[in-house]
């Protein structure tokens, strides 16, 4: 089973996924713990060209083409050969992001990422887990981190709150595999609802 993570930036996608991965392996669940963009080392080489650096570095449609490569091996090297062993493959962030960071922030391009992903991709989540948050506290999170990969962050707070927005109708778009859940509370009571839902989904019968 092939469960992602999504939200804006500090929503507790990155601590929610690691607690749900040491969960399910308590459960005696075989897990890998990925994310994007990363996940492999070619992937986590593009990693430090998108997320370094001035805001306007890169056009949005260069940046389409750098995350859908890191995508696809991320996704031969990583995701692929895990979900064929069958382990369970958590990642913070796919495609969902780049249909909202560079599908929206900067024009509307989304028909052109659906494109690439159908071309170079062509695989969606079993069940993707959105992380919805205020941006205010989303942005100030993440800004307490003080680490060097601010480059989205630096887009400021109407992009996240553009971001939110969007999320929320990509989980109206896509119900069927969309759960969202509030991520303004405490990190335990989000990991119970997190653990509770993803482990309703792999119970049932077509995951085993
Ligand atoms: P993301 O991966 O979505 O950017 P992180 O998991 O890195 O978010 O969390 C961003 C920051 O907020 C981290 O410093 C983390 O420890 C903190 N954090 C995560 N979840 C919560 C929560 N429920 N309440 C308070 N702080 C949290
Ligand atoms: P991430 O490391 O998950 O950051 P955070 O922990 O702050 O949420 O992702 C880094 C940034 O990369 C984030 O601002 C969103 C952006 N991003 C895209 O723009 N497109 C993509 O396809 C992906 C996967 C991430």
Known sequence: MFVTFEGIDGSGKSTQ????????????????????????????????LVLEGDP???????????????????????????????QVVVCDRFAD????????????????????????????PDLTV??????????????GRHGTEERFEDFGPALQRQMRAGFLALAAEFPDRFRVIDGARPLDAVAADVLATVGAALDMPAHG
Do not use: C, N
Not at 76 to 82: G, L, M
């Open 97 to 124: 992001s780049t249909r909202m960071y560079q599908g929206l922030s900067r024009g509307d391009l989304r028909a052109l990422v659906d494109q690439l992903h159908r071309l170079m991709i062509a695989r969606e």
């Open 56 to 86: 306007d570095r890169w056009s949005a449609e260069t940046e389409i083409l750098l995350f859908t490569a890191a995508r696809r091996d991320h996704l031969e090297r990583t995701i692929e050969p895990a979900l064929v062993a069958g």
């Open 17 to 48: 996924a690691r607690l749900l991965a040491d969960a399910l392996r308590a459960q005696g669940r075989d897990v890998v713990l990925t994310r994007e963009p990363g996940g492999s080392p070619g992937a986590e080489e593009i990693r430090r």
């Open 130 to 143: 959105l992380i919805d948050m205020d941006p205010e506290v989303g942005l100030a999170r993440a800004k």
